[in-house]
């Protein structure tokens, strides 16, 4: 009986152990839009790029990966379960998702505390160095300043 109620409460819910790299990523993402409490089509759409990129798929693939990561997103309580699979990636990859975090945080020209503090966390569970982090913002905020004039 102890046993049954161990398992229960340690045992990973479904869409966990299922869960994919794709989903992982796309999920985090979606975390950084929101974590300004304002998630826009134009931070969708960057999800979509994003995800279309780095898994080579088409805009309807991308669009069906970030509706089925918004969903597994929307049922969780942190970013754990997706760093998990997401520190399994190289460092180019991590690069990628940081920058990728980056430009989603920063396309509505503002850089709260929030999230700063969630790339921060991301990166702490995922074994990134936020000295990296804070060079790939450098990037991306001197890119996004480039294409505004």
């Given at each position: 009986?102890?046993?049954?109620?161990?398992?229960?409460f340690?045992?990973?819910?479904?869409?966990?152990?299922?869960m994919?790299?794709?989903t992982?990523?796309?999920?985090?993402?979606?975390?950084?839009?929101?974590?300004?409490?304002?998630?826009?089509?134009?931070?969708?759409?960057l999800i979509?790029?994003?995800?279309?990129?780095?898994?080579?798929?088409?805009?309807?693939?991308?669009?069906?990966?970030?509706?089925r990561?918004e969903?597994v997103?929307?049922n969780?309580?942190?970013?754990?379960r997706?760093?998990?699979?997401?520190?399994?990636?190289?460092?180019?990859g991590?690069e990628?998702?940081?920058?990728?975090?980056w430009?989603?945080?920063?396309?509505?020209g503002?850089r709260?505390?929030h999230e700063?503090?969630?790339?921060?966390?991301?990166c702490?569970?995922?074994?990134?160095?936020?000295?990296?982090?804070?060079?790939?913002?450098?990037?991306?905020?001197?890119?996004?300043?480039n294409?505004?004039?």
């Amino acid at each position: 009986m102890l046993r049954k109620l161990f398992d229960k409460f340690t045992s990973k819910p479904a869409e966990t152990k299922s869960m994919d790299l794709q989903t992982a990523i796309c999920a985090l993402l979606i975390e950084a839009a929101g974590s300004d409490e304002a998630y826009t089509d134009k931070e969708r759409r960057l999800i979509e790029r994003a995800v279309a990129a780095h898994f080579a798929l088409s805009e309807e693939e991308a669009a069906t990966l970030r509706q089925r990561a918004e969903a597994v997103q929307s049922n969780a309580n942190d970013v754990h379960r997706f760093t998990k699979i997401a520190k399994t990636m190289n460092q180019a990859g991590k690069e990628s998702l940081i920058g990728d975090l980056w430009r989603i945080i920063l396309s509505d020209g503002e850089r709260t505390p929030h999230e700063e503090t969630l790339v921060r966390q991301i990166c702490g569970l995922i074994y990134f160095p936020d000295v990296e982090s804070g060079r790939i913002r450098q990037q991306v905020e001197a890119e996004l300043a480039n294409n505004k004039g």
